[in-house]
């Protein structure tokens, strides 16, 4: 099979295509024809290998997993002998998770992992760009800010894929949504149901005097300290990003019982528990109360030029990678 190799770290122009053995599926795992995936702004970070922290994980020198990515959809071409969840010719999405290897034709992965059935209402590129924004985005919400009907949030980073995610998400939770965005995005956040828009180009969303129950800054690029102001007496802020600071905060404002701040480790949640979310988010998809974000498509063979569009910083939602005519 042929698959989006890095053997280095380094620009957008490692990223090749190579011919790599066809993975076997073993009793209990399925093997996935994959007709699209993402390349998502960690994935860039990974390939860069940039941070040193992502090196302890990926290799310090070179890529111990030459083959990125994580989100998958596509067909199902073989079982093992003990699957019974799934058959030849389902239609899945799903994710390998940290482990990686999805940037690739063909994927293996157990059926007890995070694989659903399509709706077959959605493409498999909608399908697959569901995973780079909204598995991060609902557990923030719902489970760590337990976001409930009539409360305000600010989203910082609205047009990005986790941003576009919140946005959807917290108005479908029934909260009143006022997102953080650039200009050239307005039209779009307005377009996913923001109540109220503002452009950071124009005003500086930590000095509005406005207060909420949650800030959700989903790009890491604020902080608690400047987010305090606009904390009502029990809210919360969140943000994606992991940091010394955001710790400390955590465990300070947790003990003191102020406005909390607080960082949800969504990639660790169980492979049942994710799964849930995934058919949750596809069911939401297929009821047209969720609208999956694609900024740009490339084919296979526009691996780097993803990648390249990826580290911009720009994107609006998600960028796919597709592999076949069915994506």
Not at 16 to 41: C, H, M, Q, W, Y
Not at 100 to 129: N, Q, R, W, Y
Not at 146 to 158: D, Y
Request: charged share 20%; aromatic share 6%; with cysteine.
């Amino acid at each position: 099979m042929r698959a989006i190799v890095s053997r280095t770290y380094g620009s957008p122009d490692v990223a090749r295509i190579e011919d790599v053995p066809t993975p076997i599926p073993k009793d209990i795992e399925v093997l996935i024809r994959n007709f699209a995936t993402v390349v998502s702004g960690a994935e860039s970070t990974a390939r860069k290998g940039d941070s040193f922290a992502g090196r302890l994980y990926f290799g310090l020198t070179r890529p111990r997993l030459p083959i990125l990515g994580t989100s998958f959809a596509g067909e199902v071409e073989a079982v093992g002998t003990a699957v019974t969840k799934f058959r030849v010719g389902d239609q899945v999405m799903g994710s390998v998770g940290p482990r990686m290897g999805a940037h690739a034709e063909l994927v293996c992965t157990s059926e007890d992992g995070i694989i659903v059935i399509k709706p077959s209402s959605l493409s498999f590129s909608d399908a697959v760009a569901i995973f780079d924004g909204a598995l991060t985005a609902l557990p923030f919400l719902r489970d760590t800010a337990h976001l409930t009907r009539g409360q305000s949030i600010l989203i910082n980073g609205a047009s990005g894929a986790v941003g576009t995610a919140a946005v959807q998400l917290a108005k479908h939770l029934g909260a009143v949504v006022t997102a953080v965005t650039s200009t050239a995005n307005v039209d779009l956040v307005k377009s996913l149901g923001a109540d109220h828009v503002i452009d950071y180009t124009k005003e500086n969303f930590t000095k509005s005097g406005r207060t909420y129950d949650v800030v959700f800054d989903t790009v890491g690029k604020s902080s608690y300290r400047l987010c305090r102001s606009l904390l009502r007496a029990n809210g919360i802020y969140l943000t994606t990003v992991v940091s010394p600071a955001i710790l400390v905060q955590m465990l300070w404002t947790k003990r003191i019982g102020a406005a909390r701040a607080a960082i949800a480790f969504t990639g660790l949640r169980s492979a049942p528990a994710m799964a849930q979310d995934v058919a949750y988010m596809g069911n939401l998809a297929d009821a047209g109360a969720y609208v999956p974000v694609i900024d740009r498509s490339y084919t296979m063979e526009e691996a780097s030029a993803a990648h390249a569009h990826v580290e911009t910083g720009r994107k609006k939602g998600s960028v796919v990678v597709t592999f076949a005519a069915e994506a």
